[in-house]
T-cell receptor, first 113, second 115 residues
Framework: DGGITQSPKYLFRKEGQNVTLSCEQN?????MYWYRQDPGQGLRLIYY???????QKGDIAEGYSVSREKKESFPLTVTSAQKNPTAFYLC????????????FGPGTRLTVT | AQSVTQLGSHVSVSEGALVLLRCNYS??????LFWYVQYPNQGLQLLLK??????LVKGINGFEAEFKKSETSFHLTKPSAHMSDAAEYFC?????????????FGQGTELSVKP
């Protein structure tokens, strides 16, 4: 079955440590996205990538980094510079630039103490 | 610039009653509009979408929404609520072109269904 996988489902880290969240898709989609979800705030875009080896900052990119070395993979690193990293992180993909319909992974809940 | 406003962060209905979740948008270009549903600790699932054409859009699980340009609205409805409809619902807008498929989400509306 085609879809998006995110791992792990739950992640715990100590403050000051970088952590990388995995996102893999086998939908052959060109575009991929990372969102952060906090209670009562909807989803906010962190980074997005429209094609391999290219990505753009979203609305809240500070303290995060990404890479897009392969079409199917778009890992997100939450760095120690992110002031409030505890959140639910969602990865999504879409066919490409002109197709706005996005498909979402199951999410990773990150807790930093 | 685009934005989405969902009226009511919590909506409660009785099982079998009409479900109405309100969404208003702002967009300087023709919009694409979406409704997504999210169950606890899960990702988002697309319920329905409006791109062009017919303004009344039917989605999964008996939901539908009507695009009303004059009112800049895209309200979600279902004639008869089921217990399994309890979830959080997000309205989203995207520009029809030249925006990299970026979605702007509303704050979400949590739907409770009482037996």
């Amino acid at each position: 079955d085609g879809g998006i996988t995110q791992s792990p489902k739950y992640l715990f880290r100590k403050e000051g440590q970088n952590v990388t969240l995995s996102c893999e898709q086998n939908l052959n989609h060109d575009a991929m996205y990372w969102y952060r979800q906090d209670p009562g705030q909807g989803l906010r875009l962190i980074y997005y990538s429209q094609i391999v080896n290219d990505f753009q900052k979203g609305d809240i990119a500070e303290g995060y980094s990404v890479s897009r070395e392969k079409k199917e993979s778009f890992p997100l690193t939450v760095t120690s510079a992110q002031k409030n990293p505890t959140a639910f992180y969602l990865c999504a993909s879409s066919i490409g630039l002109l197709s706005a319909e996005q498909y979402f992974g199951p999410g990773t809940r990150l807790t930093v103490t | 610039a685009q934005s989405v406003t969902q009226l009511g962060s919590h909506v409660s209905v009785s099982e079998g009653a009409l479900v109405l979740l309100r969404c208003n948008y702002s967009s300087s270009v023709p919009p694409y509009l979406f409704w997504y549903v999210q169950y606890p600790n899960q990702g988002l699932q697309l319920l329905l979408k409006y791109t062009t054409g017919a303004t009344l859009v039917k989605g999964i699980n008996g939901f539908e929404a009507e695009f009303k340009k004059s009112e800049t609205s895209f309200h979600l409805t279902k004639p008869s609520a089921h217990m399994s409809d309890a979830a959080e619902y997000f309205c989203a807008v995207s520009a029809a072109y030249n925006q990299g498929g970026k979605l702007i989400f509303g704050q979400g509306t949590e739907l409770s269904v009482k037996p």
